[in-house]
């Protein structure tokens, strides 16, 4: 009963949430510079037709009225017409969310599967090389900058290395170093990362492992978003190392452990299953919040790679001023976050029930 | 009649020659083009590469780059064609839905699905089409279908509100289809500028495909999907994802010759290192709007190089001159007294551009060549200020960033440099493009603009004179305009009514030469237009920027 008034109270604030983001935005746009019909038209377009777009987009309206109908809009499922094509703002979302997905999960995969054993190790080996290797890492994972990762990635990867060197020989070309020229070697052009897009959705390239038992078009997703994926990855991994190297050696030194090691349970039994239990709570909040962060944009990644997700039309919305456009993946973004913070918040009373008591 | 029953298929064929001839390794090109003049030119078989025999290594694994990925800065994300006036939009949809004419900077306009046009001396033009072009769905080409597609574009009544009917199209009055090839435009200026308008504008649209597929509610031909598109172009369309790609094959009933690539991708990358990136990774063959400083990336990797062409694209400064000082001629002249040019080419743009004088760029009819850019004079300025009145005063800049090739960068050298006079004081304010779009759309009346000095830039891409100056210095109608002056307005709308056509250029010389003198801007410089390209495409950009895969050849 405690967990489902919990989860009440959390979606009520979340509605709360996005009312209150939807009506900043729409104050924003109100008070932005830029009249919205001459963006609409772009340079030369006549008085005539501005002020006819005006009327047409209700934009001479007093604001509290194109408020109200925004607001009516939206609770309709009606988050208008995108000024630069002409095509409903949820559409244009909609198929975008796939490849955002990929990114986000992708980019998550890489985190757990890179940072949480390093965490381990890290707590475990305090003060041995392993140990200031991870945090070296930490270090340079969270202060580099990831526009900037992203382009040393695609620099070194896609483009020094993705271009043929016809004199390189074999012995480089085996190792997969560098992109051969034609004809490819052996008949697959196996190197050489792309600068970006995504040529392939996941979900096509699953269909096609078991339609027509062919894994070339799985490859060309992995080639595709292994970059991006790692930019991505590269500040959240080091942000859960360090979680987990802390939140690790606190468990540590707690009497449980003690009692379990004098029990004679086996050191990696202990780390992995008690202790690791326990510092997953910080864990999941981090990794839940940070899920929302990468799901409503990853923007500055996804434009460095060219990324056909919400985050590269974002920026092309912002690019092109197409305001209902903006709004609409920004709403998303904001009903993303609150969902999954409300999912977060119900996994974590599931494995701290003092949570939700309080 | 000016270019009436001129043949298009003797310019391609001597652009084709033209470039086969000079390519490094040529003499294999030259021979398939002369081999089969009716194949695609496509000619050049193996080894054309990057001169080592090594291939091209442009990443498509065929050396004879059958298909080819052009990437643009923006992408249309919508199948209606007459929607945006957007040069970006054009280089995509001109290969799918065909103009009429193709215009040749400098040289005017050439029958393309039209076969020859004859001004009447009732103020219409009767065009004839040709017979022989279909649609993608099968349907013909009719009369009926140009005219319905003008009136589409030229009245908001019937079609999309788009300032391609306003502008593009703005003395065009409506048109009407005579027979089943002919069709009977009519318009509201002289038969010249009329030319350039249709020239440039008017496009050959499927009426049922496009009531089909319109979007009441939303005013536009809408789709999403690859058969959505219906045009007569050599390409058609096979694959559309919005926002991402267009991937487009050789019709193969089109009325002309077969385009030189059987695939085409087109698709856009926002970022200039991003462009030149998918180029040196042979992601891209030819990418557009490289900044100056990615220009060595891409001159210092093989197999691609950088190709540069002066725009119709001129920055520059209006100075709105219903308010002090800029209702002084003399302040405005020493504004531009004040100013380096020159410098602010060779440092700025890395030599990416070049001096300007007055409002139109080389190429564009009317284009004045005997006017020079104003060289910078501090003294003279200074002077010029005195003579106003307005020594002392303090004035603002307001430039956009992001728009025009390091526009934030040269806005501010602009107002350094006229702050450097001694008795003018100049600040800048960098802001959003939509500040400086709004502050050029406010007219001249002083209680409805607050930015009366801005830079802005404009590409006369009609190829005429009049599109680079009536809506910025014609009173009549036009509440947008951004100087107020009846003798300038004058002759430019006497040239409207000019019918013979070196009469009118002559006229449009001297309404530049006008401008030049009365200095409505802060003149400064012709933007170019740089282009990366591997270096296996025989090909040379052209000044209204445009990119046409036809003039291409590998």
Known sequence: MAMRKFLLRRVLQGIIVIWGVVTILFGLRAVSPGDPATLMLGEGASRELVERVREEEGLNEPI??????????????????????????????????????????????????????????????????SDYGATLFSLLGISTPNFWLGLMLILVFAVWFGIPYPTVNTSVLALGIVRIPYPTYLGYDFLGFPTGRRAVGFHDAVLAIFLERSFSEMGTWLR?????????????????????????????????????????????????????????????????LQ???????????????????LGLRLIDALNTRDWPLMQGIIIFIAIAFVVINIIVDALYSTLDPRVSDE | MQGAEKRVVGRRSVLRYTAGATS???????????????????????????????????????????????????????????????????????????????????????????????????????????????????????????????????????????????????????????????????????????????????????????????????????????????????????????????VVEAFDDYWGEEPPFQQVTFNASGESSGRANALETGEADVTMNILPEDVSTIQDADGVEIRNVTSFRNIFCPMKNTVEPFDSQEFRQAMNYAVDNQEIVDTILSGFGEARGQPVAPGINGFNPDIEPYEQDIGRAESLVEDSGYGGIEIELTAPQGRYLNDAAIGETVADMIDQLDNVSCEVDIVDFGVVSDANQAGVDPDEFEIPFYMIGWGTITGD???????????????????????????????????????????????????????????????????GVNDVIQWEPREDETIYVWEMDA
């Open chain 2, 465 to 531: 004179t009049d599109y680079g100056v009536q809506g910025f210095f014609t009173i009549p109608d036009n509440p947008a305009r951004t100087f107020d002056d009846e003798e300038l307005s004058d002759a430019i709308l006497e040239t409207q009514q000019i019918d013979d056509v070196d009469e009118r250029t002559q006229a449009l010389e001297e309404v530049n030469a006008m401008a030049h003198e009365k200095a409505p801007f802060v003149f400064l410089h012709t933007q170019e237009s740089i282009y």
């Open chain 2, 24 to 246: 490094v390794v040529g003499l294999s090109a030259l021979a398939g083009c002369i081999g089969d003049e009716g194949d695609n030119g496509n000619g050049n078989g193996n080894g054309n590469g990057n001169g080592n025999g090594n291939g091209n290594g442009n990443g498509n694994g065929d050396s004879d780059l059958d298909e080819i990925t052009i990437t643009l800065s923006q992408f249309p994300d919508t199948i209606d064609p007459l929607d945006h006036i957007t040069g970006d939009y054009f280089d995509v949809f001109d290969h799918i839905y065909e103009p009429l004419f193709d215009f040749e900077p400098g040289e005017g306009i050439f029958p393309r699905v039209a076969e020859s046009w004859e001004a009447q001396d009732d103020g219409t033009t009767h065009i004839e089409l040709r017979n022989d072009v279909v649609f993608h769905n099968g349907d013909d080409l009719t009369a009926e279908d140009v005219a319905w597609t003008i009136n589409r574009t030229v009245d908001p009544d019937i079609g999309v509100v788009s300032p391609i009917g306003t502008f593009g199209l703005g003395s065009i009055e409506g048109a009407e289809a005579i027979d089943d090839t002919t069709v009977s435009i009519s318009y509201g200026a002289s038969a010249g500028l009329a030319e350039f308008e249709f020239g440039n504008y008017a496009r050959a649209i499927n009426q049922q495909w496009a009531i089909d597929n319109y979007d009441a509610e939303n005013e536009a031909i809408a789709g999403a999907d690859a058969e959505d598109f219906n045009g007569t172009g050599p390409y058609q369309v096979v694959d559309f994802t919005s926002g991402e790609e267009i």
């Open chain 1, 291 to 309: 899920m929302g962060t990468l799901m409503g944009g990853a923007v500055i990644t996804e434009t460095v790679f060219n990324w056909p997700g």
């Open chain 1, 64 to 129: 509290y009225v194109q408020y109200l109908e925004y607001i009516q809009g939206l609770l309709t499922g009606n988050l208008g017409y995108s000024w630069q094509s002409n095509r409903q703002v949820s559409a244009m979302v909609i198929e975008r969310i796939p490849a955002t997905i990929e990114l986000a999960v992708a980019a998550t995969i890489v985190a757990i599967v890179i940072a949480i054993p390093l965490g381990v190790v890290s707590a475990t080996r305090r003060n041995e090389p």
């Open chain 1, 224 to 288: 595709h978003i292994a970059l991006p994926a790692i930019t991505l990855g590269t500040y959240f991994t080091a942000l859960i190392t360090r979680l987990t190297r802390s939140g690790m050696i606190d468990e540590l030194g707690k009497p449980y452990v003690t009692a379990t090691k004098a029990k004679g349970l086996p050191g990696v039994l202990i780390r992995y299953k008690h202790v690791l239990r326990n510092t997953m709570i910080p864990i999941i909040t981090v990794l839940g």
